[in-house]
């Protein structure tokens, strides 16, 4: 099974522009990542996804000069430079990492990896009280979903799934979705756990 790992990045952030060639201890913030990445057991591809514009930025340079595949798209739809990159290099799963998340721990990206094969669902992800969730993706039903994804899903990812994935009940269409969920459970609902209840939510 391949499954490669993602990177979103790119020099436009507009809180700290430049954020992720930003050095510390003459090593760029995304480098620091980089390193995390190369030490996965559960990934076969670290991929780039940055703005065609930084191809040739102090970023896109960097990149290269660590042998690190690249794929470019639009700054402002991040679904589909997903899209692109997943496009140029084919793989069944992928790990979503934000570049601005420089000490990601390669052994929860494994762990969760190893989950996400085990499981029958779309999305895997873990909560984090520090904000550098990796998130492991299907991608064929990612390339399905990219055409109904509204602007703020485009430009968070997974924010699509995460909403159509949501076991709490909020609204009636959150009422119906977790109805049809318990309706197609064949034994006690005690006897599901979160991961189970998932897969029955993908068929809802």
Known sequence: ?????????????????????????????????????????????????????????????????QRIDISTGP???????????????????FVRVC??????DPREIDKLVRVHKKSNVTLTSRFSVSGDRPEVVHTKTFLEAVPFMDTEEREHVTLYFHRKMSLV???RRDFQRVKKVIERMDRPHTDYGLEECLSLLQLA
Do not use: W
């Open 75 to 93: 700054e402002d739809d991040v679904a589909k430079r997903f899209s692109i990159a997943l496009k140029d290099f084919p793989c069944e799963h």
């Open 169 to 171: 009940v909020d609204t």
């Open 99 to 104: 570049a601005d998340s420089p000490l990601m």
């Open 1 to 65: 099974m391949k499954i490669n790992a993602i990177i979103q990045a790119r020099m436009g952030s507009t809180r700290l522009p430049g954020k992720v060639m930003k050095k510390i201890r003459d090593k760029p913030l995304i480098g620091y990542l980089l390193d995390r990445l190369k030490v996965c057991t559960e990934i076969t591809l670290i991929v780039a996804a940055i703005p065609e514009r930084d191809l040739e930025s102090p970023l896109g340079r960097y990149l290269k000069a």
